[in-house]
């Protein structure tokens, strides 16, 4: 192969690949190839345009650590993220939809007890938080254990201040015998996703705000179901028809109460996707 | 813009764009967010996969610092380098062709005389360069800028060496008031791109070798002319057939012939392509 030019590199570069061994690498490699140089040609990708886009590769890369997932954020903010959701998560009608991760969740945050407060020191109205978590046919999923994580009243995860070193508004609790949880936290409020990045340069670059709703993540994990990841979206927040990583659902849209003393109140009840059971006996299909 | 699906969510991301005011960033950004997703969904990415590629991007990241380029190593090895150049550098027949910047140009490189030697302690065999750059007429180039860089016998630019903190094998010069230049340097081996990084492990995942043919680095600067970025090949080199960033071009591969006193001796004359010029007259197209 020499001698290559616009028209026939992409065949060589898939000829290349020809030896991949595992099947479903060379099936992602090969798309991805293809969908690259289709990019380059059909934009006509200019020299100094290619060299902005190593920068800017470099600087995610250079901005994220523990701390810091730049590229998930990138990958948030392009709907990449909400894509790959909506191409796994094709549940059953009935079932708690599922949307974004994002980019603040960490893994080993503390346990409590039912009815404990996790914001441990959070800044925040007070929000006492409650649901269920059932299967597709009602029955409770006792001990299910909940990941859950919010931002503060300034809308910062803990991870992003920095004089703060623990788990703050965040934390693994497990649901009791009848499937039900309780716990008190903070109010969410609508925040912007980081912006002192090259992600957040796009952003201003393209024109747009880096804001998303205000919401409460959750992680739902229990043997036999498929692991719930999504968000509980606050009603009439701001943004929420233009989130900046396009994650709202309806369907996960709830009310969150004001109590006479101020502080708020929010219920949901997830439904998780039970997952294909074993057959039952020699003869099962 | 809510309870998007896999099908509906690109428009939606394609809509957030619309207030983009550079048209030609909207046009760039609006193609990219296509063929990104067009990719997702093409290959049905999994939520573990999608996270590999984080994984991947976040490694290619922290791999490059200013004597690494692991973007660009990318960017070469899945052919979008030379892509871009193909697409860049439609030259009239007679100029001699462009191929891959690669990562391993350094700004500001010593100047030196016609007629030294370059190697400044690089180890390898000697070898004398020399040539004319010409313009697409014939007419020579005087003080013709050329920026050269190479590896040395072990296949490692002077960055590579953790060691080395001066310019070795790489220099400026300038062609005399005929076009002409000469040097001394060392003669060029094949190499391994670095492959200790993900990029290298995404080769050995496909299957490929990390090997280039030998070949000389040069970029050539005179006013009026286009820049020429290219190479020099060593014929009969190995892997000309088989270079891993795509960048082998038959007018560029010509014969180092070894002296009588074990030396290497390499000749090319380079054509540049003119800019065009100003209109000449107000009565000018």
Redesign the interface.
Known sequence: ??????NN??Q??LD???????PR?????S???R?????????????A??FKG?EF??A???M?DDKR?E??LL?DV???????????NDKPAGCTEATVFGPFHVESAPEYALGDNIANGAKGVPCHVSGTVRGLSGEPVAGAVLDVWQSDDEGLYDVQHPGIDHAQARGVLRADATGRFHFRSILAVPYQVPHDGPVGQ?LE????HPWRPAHLHFMIQAPGYETLITHVFRDRSAY????VV?G????LVCDWTEQPDGSYAMAFDFVLNPLPSAPKGAGAA
Request: glycine residues 4%.
């Open positions: 192969m020499q001698n290559l030019n616009a590199i992409t060589a570069v290349s690949l020809a030896s991949t061994s595992d690498l060379k099936e992602i490699m798309s991805l190839v969908h690259l140089h289709d990019f380059a040609r059909e934009v006509n990708l200019t020299e345009e290619w190593i590769l470099t995610c890369g250079h994220t997932q590229f998930i990958s392009l709907g990449l993220s909400m894509l790959t959701v909506a191409l796994n796009m670059a393209t024109g747009r929420l028809d233009s989130d396009f709202v659902r309806e369907s």
